[in-house]
């Protein structure tokens, strides 16, 4: 089952059109624009002539048929096939230090076997990643440029081919979109943009009844990941230790107190963006030290 960029949302919500209703287990296929609705694709076009009101939009939402608010919407990314070319931007203003930058700039980058041609001497080997991807918040409407518990602009490069995501399913139907895919993007996206790019993405698509984790939940074969959106950095870090120690208790024999230590020697607090309006953490922890290393 394939879905186009047909229909698109600019945000989260549960009073959002779904595009269709699908039965899980599913593997789905789904197209996405690039965070700029494909607007800067040639060398002509410019930041000045772009609308920013079609801006971050996110292919969906598709409805969930089962999935009920305090489920968990177990999505694995199965394929990330990206375009022939992506643009990068720097802008007066924006991001950790645009402040640095005058006026706005934009680069269309070719993507060839595997790699980004940033320029005859600088090519990047590509590691496609999903910015924007979630579900319905319980109230209200979340536009998609924004992360949080409902996931939507996380922008994780850990959220890539061969992880899963658990989602905290608030609204039937849950209501899964996604977009803005990155063929590239460094921790932090300190210029406010990766790679940006279409891409078709292949995902496949599960409902665990109940143990809707309170943010979502990203792993890999590796790790299992807490992914925290807080106004600040500090704030984000927190919660995500926080709540990796409560995800880990039930998972191993050892005292709190043990895990806090086993924490510190072998866990990481990793940045995932400071540009977005909440700023996005990830705690990451090794399944190789867990005794139930599973969801």
């Known amino acids: 089952m394939k879905f186009t960029t047909d229909k698109i949302v600019f945000d989260f919500c ?24 494909n607007q800067l694709r040639e060398p002509g076009d410019t930041l000045d002539a772009l609308d920013w009101d079609d801006t971050n939009p996110a292919t969906g939402p598709i409805f969930i048929n089962g999935a009920e608010p305090g489920d968990t919407l177990k999505v694995t990314i199965d394929k990330i096939d990206v375009d022939a070319k992506g643009t990068v931007c720097a802008i007066e203003g924006e991001g950790t230090i645009g402040h640095k930058v005058v006026g706005s700039h934009s680069k269309i980058v070719p993507v060839k076997d595997g790699f980004a041609e940033f320029s005859d001497d600088i090519k990047i080997p ?112 927190e919660a995500a230790s926080e709540l990796m120690l409560e995800f880990l208790k039930p998972r191993m024999e050892m005292q709190t107190e043990e895990i806090v230590m086993l924490m510190s020697l072998v ?29």
């Open 14 to 37: 549960k009073d959002n059109t779904p595009i269709a209703a699908i039965d899980v287990p599913a593997t789905i296929e789904v197209a996405t624009k690039d965070c700029f609705s």
């Open 267 to 295: 866990g990481n607090v990793e940045i995932c963006q400071i540009v977005d309006p909440l700023k996005t953490v990830r705690f990451v922890f090794p399944k190789k030290y867990m005794t139930r290393a599973e969801f």
């Open 126 to 237: 590509i590691k496609p990643m999903i910015g924007v991807i979630g579900v319905a918040p319980e109230e209200g409407s979340i536009n998609c440029g924004t992360p949080g518990k409902h996931g939507g602009n996380m922008d994780n490069t850990m959220v890539c081919e061969g992880a899963t995501l658990y989602f905290p399913v608030a609204v039937e139907g849950a209501l899964l979109a996604l977009g803005d895919v990155h063929a590239v993007m460094g921790d932090g996206e300190v210029g406010v943009t990766g790679l940006e790019i279409p891409a078709d993405v292949t995902l496949t698509v599960e409902i665990i009844k109940g143990q809707a984790p309170e943010y979502p939940i990203l792993e890999n074969d590796e790790v299992f990941s807490v992914i925290v959106s807080k106004e600040t950095v500090d704030e984000a870090a």
